[in-house]
């Protein structure tokens, strides 16, 4: 089932801070967030698995909430670079090779401005 | 170290046409996946090859299809085409799995008239 991210865009402006959220109506594995610049293939930024430490990328960290079902990306004192569009993709059990699909979300489009 | 590379960039076909196309992956990577992104609908899943095996499939129908070879090269062919196939095809490798960091390259835009 494909996860839901929210809010559905987001706009700021440089130095401020994002919240975006990825959340699943199933018991979650493991998240994988990607971020797609206008233009370019997405690219990755980390992967957080259940029971596992909150992971940080320079200024964007991302954490895993089991009860809720959630993973958090965390953008502090955005960049001019972190323009794009943020997807999450996400598993509900361990990797056993075959039916281990990855599952993405529509994406969030983040726009910071000067 | 090379990207993953796609062939061809762009594509223009009719409906009822077929259609294939081409990702070469980083070298050593074994796993090599599809994903059909359309406006507002996000990355939507194909298929997983790995070791000239499919190993995962989303939720396509038949006419989508593809195969990997023996140097990790996959191609993806789309029969019967429709007017909703058009949109942009990325491939993109790993070395083991989808679920290791996945390496996109930069998609083929099919456009279907």
């Known amino acids: 089932q494909q996860p839901v991210q929210s809010p559905q865009a987001v706009i700021l402006r440089e130095g401020e801070d994002a919240v975006i959220n990825c959340s699943s109506s199933?018991?979650?594995?493991?998240v994988h967030w990607y971020r797609q610049k206008h233009g370019e293939a997405p690219v990755f930024l980390m992967i957080?698995?259940?029971?596992?430490e909150q992971k940080g990328h320079e200024k964007i960290s991302a954490s895993f909430n089991e009860k809720k079902q959630q993973s958090s990306l965390y953008l502090t004192a955005s960049q001019l670079s972190y323009s794009g569009t943020y997807f999450c993709g996400t598993a509900g059990r361990p990797f056993t090779g075959a039916n281990s699909k990855l599952t993405f979300g529509k994406g969030i489009t983040l726009s910071v401005r000067p | 170290k090379a990207g993953v590379t796609q062939t061809p960039r762009y594509l223009i076909k009719t409906r009822g046409q077929q259609v294939t196309l081409s990702c070469s992956p980083i070298s050593g990577h074994r796993s090599v996946s599809w994903y059909q992104q359309t406006p507002g609908q996000g990355l939507q899943f194909l298929f997983e090859y790995f070791s000239e095996t499919q190993r995962n499939k989303g939720n396509f129908p038949g006419r989508f299809s593809g195969r990997q070879f023996s140097n990790s090269r996959s191609e993806m062919n789309v029969s019967t085409l429709e007017l909703g196939d058009s949109a942009l095809y990325l491939c993109?490798?790993?070395?083991?799995?989808?679920?290791?960091?996945?390496?996109f390259g930069p998609g083929t835009r099919l456009t279907v008239l």
């Open positions: 993109a490798s790993s070395l083991r799995t989808s679920w290791n960091e996945q390496f």
């Open positions: 199933k018991a979650l594995y493991s």
């Open positions: 957080l698995l259940k029971g596992g």
